[in-house]
DNA sequence: GTGAAAGCGCTAACAA
DNA sequence: TTGTTAGCGCTTTCAC
């Protein structure tokens, strides 16, 4: 482990010129500066990252904290992230927030490891959050509302879509429709279900309680939910899941019953992830703005790293992939099933 | 910014003793504990991860280096390695290493940010792991062969997977097969190919160069290469793509044609990646044991950071995974063997 | 153009 | 049990 101290006296220099010469400054001489290169070389030196952090008192990398690192996620999203953080020089690394206050993503957050942060990680608190956003340490979270002075969100418009989802199946003739939800405290479902409920309202469609299924976001939670609502014995002639992978699970619960979509059953999920092209039949569902979401996100972060005023909140617009997961049902004789 | 001198100093305690308490050492009485507690809670203090580490010569967490954030990459796998990882007490972050010698990657591979590192990055050239591999600094390559002290490999038989795939074909009546090359520079390519080589011969069938395509694992490589193919004017009878993705390429520029498969012509992919089960046909393909690699992966890290000798290579099984991709063609006048 | 020296914030001997 | 102190390896004034 050679360190400069070990260059610098190989190469017959102080170390302050060692570290010029290294870092390209030009006030080195071309002769010294290639003495130091060669005794560097020879030596197989490799500068400490850390100690030149912590001498610097700056990173020169942010972190994209994620649920879990082995997904499922926004690739388009992390390919926004990813593209602007390089653009300007910097580095961008992946951690997890699994195990909350205890995860890896708690101690980047907090110890002053990155220059910058962007949440999009449901299981991690908004204390935690709230901590490491100070001064100068700019957090834009992705998957909430949160109120601080370092904290900028910028959100995808959850309520629009969820409307434009049920407005869809209710503009082709659906009535009985049911939302399978995500958790109850995730600040995305509980806007797709404002947008659901707002229009039904403007349809002057009742909301019945017990087409309400809560679950959680994952495909087998969507299988679950959706066996449940077949177990019922009575079911709608759509359903709005609030995102993709659960509406994944319940094709997977409906062709295990034999039950046909969209032939039997209607049904529209949320976010447009990659499969939802590939699944039997092709899944109708709303997109996001994903890469922009994640160019933005990091865009963010570097404006207010460059001392600039920005405002905290931004939001984007939604809209509708139609594909091939819901009927038309004639308007004639309306009563089904 | 408040650092351990100023919590200290709020304290009435020496450095040191601040730097005990916080840390949980046993010699600290409960009472000064107490009060080192309080003022930092006061000053909002949080320590400075990159200090502690500078001192401690250690990061405790380890890198895991991909092609590219945004994917498409083995989930499985980045679980199998997420797991050990934190069963470990140990942080894992994921870097991309786009940008070769000037990457994330390289700078957390070289600058002692990391205490390990595994990688599954292609773009990234042997030099820098061989550089970067020096005593104490472990790195498992799960995509290449490289000898060094420091490095240890973990391969899934790439070479008896190509045999099962190209066997598979053979057995079930097909003698003209195609093979879709990866990157001609790729370790896995070449081991997969020497497979199919291999299976040709022990079938007495003869290699015919007009059915080697190369091309480079993307799907959009596998459409243009499927579709080049078709131009021939002559297509095999099936044709073995060195992954998945390249498959699923092949099989849009198929449907594009009208050409049906497996009716009208057979196809098996390599990986078993997410979408194949998914895609129309469902694709037969090879499957590899990617937790397992994944996690065996960091647990070698470990046993290396925790001063054990062990071997420098390892090699996991493949299997193949049967699905609709591939029809049987009728002996006609050949017997089966 | 080069060198001496002062820390960045922390840990861990060692001394008291 | 607590305090003093010497660095970890680097960058960067400031003097020459």
Chains 1, 2 share one sequence.
């Not at 942010?62 to 499922?72: Q, V």
Request: aromatic share 8%; net charge negative; with cysteine.
């Amino acid at each position: 482990m050679a360190t400069i101290k070990d260059v610098a006296k190989l190469a017959g220099v102080a170390i302050s010129t060692a570290s010029y010469a290294l870092n390209g400054s030009s006030k080195i001489s071309g002769e010294t500066k290639k003495k130091v290169e060669e005794a560097a070389k020879t030596l197989n030196y490799k500068k400490n990252g850390l100690a030149s952090d912590l001498k610097r008192t700056k990173t020169n990398t942010i972190a994209l904290i994620l649920t879990d690192l082995s997904g499922p996620f926004y690739s388009e999203l992390i390919k926004g992230v990813q593209d602007v953080t390089t653009a300007n020089g910097y580095d961008l690394i992946a951690c997890s927030s699994i195990g909350g206050s205890k995860s890896t993503a708690a101690k980047f957050l907090t110890e002053k490891r990155v220059d910058g942060a962007i949440i999009l990680a449901h299981n991690i608190s908004d204390e935690i959050a709230l901590e490491a956003a100070k001064h100068n340490f700019p957090i834009v979270v992705l998957d909430r509302h949160l109120e601080s002075e370092s904290i900028y969100q910028v959100e995808v418009d959850n309520v629009h879509g969820g409307y434009l989802a049920t407005e869809y199946l209710i503009k082709r003739g659906h009535k009985e429709i049911a939302y399978v939800s995500g958790p109850s405290n995730s600040h995305d479902n509980i806007l797709r279900f404002q947008g659901y409920m707002e229009a039904l309202e403007d349809n002057h469609i009742p909301y019945q309680p017990k087409w309400k299924i809560v679950s959680d976001f994952t495909r087998s939670g969507g299988y679950r939910a959706t066996k449940l609502l077949i177990a019922q014995n009575d079911l709608p002639e759509a359903i709005f899941y609030a995102n993709d992978e659960m509406a994944i699970g319940g094709m997977q619960a409906f062709k295990e019953k034999g039950i046909q979509v969209p032939d039997d059953i209607s049904m529209i999920g949320f976010d447009d992830i990659q499969l939802a092209e590939y699944v039997h039949p092709p899944l109708t569902t709303i997109q996001q703005p994903k890469y922009e979401a994640g160019s933005l996100a990091v865009h963010l972060i570097f404006q207010v790293l460059g001392g600039e005023k920005i405002n905290h909140h931004y939001k984007l617009t939604t809209d509708l992939i139609e594909r091939k997961s819901v009927r038309v049902i004639q308007p004639s004789s309306s009563t089904q099933g």
